[in-house]
């Protein structure tokens, strides 16, 4: 999961106290958030575009500009520094959006710590914009179909809102859009906005031009196509594949003629938010109401709790078929039997209790006898069935609270013999001196089969509904996971000595689930001078610590697209293959914009077993 850092004055700030920091991390993890820790964070400002850009401090500065794409390395001075800060650092629960941002962690905080109950009451009125949308947006040229929209007047911002405000968006994307897939946002400052008669329509990819955000609007050769920006931005080369095979692209204009954004790829640079911005407009596009609803409900009602003065106000988006007034805080009513959800849980609730409970969750509860009607705030993207309620209210009563129930028996365990073989592969690698990282068992076919090169033997197994983008399939090797680390670590020294050793699925018909796990150790060596013989060595050191003699084994060439030419080769024992390893080639470590050489070995562990426990071979498992 995503790992944010929120700033500790800010979370405080909305707060309306502080807390001490061992205490504040106590109840984050009461409440189900996954702290990672704390750090300084430094904040840069891109020479480019002027976007304020962050780092912990032992990190470095940021390697690339999140808005713009540029290369911060080739820079010849040193970004300018316009903050420090400490952060509260915290993994992103992807099923709880609203909690991104310091705004609707204090919020949601606040009702769990007792200082308040129900939801707050915001100020949202109806308003004179109005979207007509294009009926050719359905397809066939191109499928964006459905926007939400809101303004928000009244607003005040500062360089770290700002960073906020595209923290959150971009943590929406991620989790609630799937990456921009099912929903996109867009923020726009109101006072260049011409006109309240916009349109959202479909546009020919090479026309109209306009400068896409984070380029020059006074440098030459900056207002671009739809298809010069799908080619050319670094939003758009990330993106371009939401409108794969489109003839046509969503264009959100003014009045005018304008061009706002071209959704779900980039705003327009003439409508940027700025710190002198004081009203704005949001948009949402995606595939469904439901994705789009929810997340405008969450942009909006995060800066209305920023600003408490501010009010947002409802736009009318006319389809074909009718308008819709958005945002629709409605709040979403649910009935729950009190007893069965305490007996659920296992604790002794009444009606009142349970409605309390919910109360300090901020959804509004009210007792019918032996139910609860709760009524769930707009924000709230979570909320698909009564058990969602239930686990909320166990939540707020604390699992550390409900009482422990004795075993009717007791058992006696021990390690399985898989778990044993994980555990020598790792003291082999361990022992080399290389540093054990854990990288997470859900992957993607982007990440393994593109950006990484492995070959796709269209085995591996695939999530039925992916929670993101980035967890589409089981992974199936450990290396892109390795070369990511590597990525996410071009700041620190090198050369670099990294290792994991895990668990990875595949597709297996005659398995009685459809699919296996097996036992992976792989290694990677990064630094200038590093090669196949530094990794062969590596190999061959492991190989005799899992009981394998190195002598016994065959090294063949082996054609990967993930190595250099004439440099990779597969490890065999007899038929048995036990794994791969090889220099990585440019391409690959360009798509990772890695600049040191990276050598890299996988090894099957239990092929290795099979191989040491072999004639003349010891048994290692």
Known sequence: MPVVGL???????????ELPADELEHELHRFGCSVEGWAEVVRWRCPGCGAVLEAAEQEGRPVLCDVCGLDLRALPEEPEIVGRERVLRMELLAVRPDLFDAAGLARALRGFLGWESGPPAYRIGDGPYRIAVDPALAGPDVVRPRIAAATVHGLTFDDRSLRSLMKLQEGIHWALGRDRKLASIGVYDLAHVEGRELAYRATLLDEPRFVPLGFDPGAPDTALTPREILERHPK???????????RRAPLLVDERGGVLSMPPIINSEATRVTVETRDVLIDVTGLADRHVDKALNIVVSS????????????????YADGDRLTPDFSPQRVVLDAPAAARLVGVDWSPDRLAALLGRMRHGAVVRGEQVLVDVPAWRADVLHPRDLVEDAAIAHGYDRIAPAELARATYGQRHPREELLARARRALVGQGLLEVMTLVLSSEAATFGKAGLPDEDVH????NPISVDQTIVRVSVLPGLLETLAINLNRPYPQRICEVGLVGRVEPGAETGAVEQARAGLALAGDGLGYADVRAACDAVLRDLGVDPATVEFRPVELPLFLAGRGAEVRHGEQRLGVLGEVSPEVLERYRVIHPVAVAEFDLEAIDRAAAAPDQPSIS
Not at 461 to 464: D, K, L, M, S, T
Request: net charge positive; aromatic share 4%.
């Open 461 to 464: 197994v695939r999530i039925e």
């Open 236 to 246: 758009g080369r990330a993106f371009a594949r939401l409108l794969a095979g489109c």
């Open 303 to 318: 800066l209305l709790e920023v600003c408490p003065d501010a009010e947002a106000r409802r736009v009318t988006v006319a």
């Open 7 to 17: 700033s500790l004055d800010e979370l405080f700030g909305r707060l309306g106290r």
